[in-house]
């Protein structure tokens, strides 16, 4: 096993090299993947996502080792950790001129234990960053214990400045109870919508009703798992402003998001994407500006 190689959900590791990766100095890296305006084809946010370089393993991927984590009761450190990374990033794009905000994942267990928020509102206020800069991402991997206290938790993040978005929305644990209780900016709606939605009606007319809710309420509308850029215009049609996926951006180190957000701001070509999705990022994106009304467009994919 070459030490590139990217594991699945279960690798051989135990419960001492996972606690000692959560507490130690070294084997966690945490890459930026970025999220896309669909409309302008412009970076305008990021999202930080957790991997182990294992020594002997290589890249162990989150769903392998974040159950783990939440089992042994790790998971506020490793918030705290990831916290403390994003933190770094955000002031060296700050000195470079091209901050974008970061969005940190945490469990419910984590953001509902006021300890957690106040490490990392306290580390934002230190760092005299915006706390705008600094996006918190509700995962749905746990269910909600005490929805008082998970709302208490966000509000004060709210309050402070920041940004609560709601990670895999449509096939977790929200309910039309959370989406009324809690404060949301924004929703991502998971990618199993996304990536079905060229062959079923039903995931297509799912994913533009959810669009349509959130747009309504006021939230940004995030697509996930965008790995066609050729989706584009549906996703546009069906109320996704926002995307996020691999045909859009890996996820990559800071120095590599900086150079995309350096070439954005000096004027370069707002659709830029990895050289070879280029040509049909611009095709994508011209394609569905000459297409029928957004309407009419819903129409089409909802009979495919």
Request: with cysteine; glycine share 8%; aromatic share 6%.
């Amino acid at each position: 096993m070459t030490p590139n190689t990217q594991l699945g959900p279960d690798p051989v590791v135990n419960d001492a090299e996972i606690a000692a990766m959560v507490t130690g100095r070294d084997g966690l890296r945490v890459l930026l993947q970025p999220q896309v305006d669909l409309l302008t084809g412009r970076i305008v946010s990021a999202e930080a996502l957790a991997r182990w370089q294992h020594p002997r393993l290589g890249t162990i991927m989150p769903a392998a080792f974040i159950p783990a984590v939440n089992r042994l009761g790790l998971d506020k450190a490793l918030f705290e950790r990831v916290c403390l990374r994003v933190i770094d990033a955000l002031l060296t794009m700050r000195r470079a001129g091209v901050a974008v905000p970061v969005a940190i994942n945490a469990p419910a267990t984590t953001l509902s234990d006021q300890r957690s928020v106040e490490f990392l509102l306290d580390r934002v206020y230190a760092a005299e960053l915006p706390p705008s800069l600094v996006r918190v991402e509700l995962t749905e991997d746990q269910p909600i214990r005490d929805l008082d206290v998970l709302r208490a938790s966000l509000l004060r993040l709210e309050d402070a400045g920041c940004e609560v978005s709601l990670d895999d929305f449509g096939t977790g644990y929200a309910s039309l109870k959370l989406l009324s209780a809690i404060p949301l900016s924004e929703v991502k709606i998971d990618q199993y919508f996304v990536t079905r939605m060229r062959r079923s009606a039903v995931a297509f007319e799912v994913l533009r009703s959810a669009a349509e809710l959130a747009t309504r309420l006021g939230w940004r509308v995030v697509a996930e798992g965008v790995e066609n850029v050729a989706d584009i215009p549906a996703l546009r049609a069906a109320g996704c402003r926002y995307g996020q996926g691999f045909s859009l951006g890996r996820p990559m180190p800071l120095d590599e998001l900086m150079v995309r957000l350096r070439t954005q701001r000096d004027g370069g070509e707002p659709l830029s994407a990895p050289a070879s999705y280029a040509s049909s990022w611009i095709e994508a994106f011209d394609g569905g500006t000459k297409d029928a009304e957004p309407g009419q467009a819903g129409r089409r994919m909802a009979t495919l």
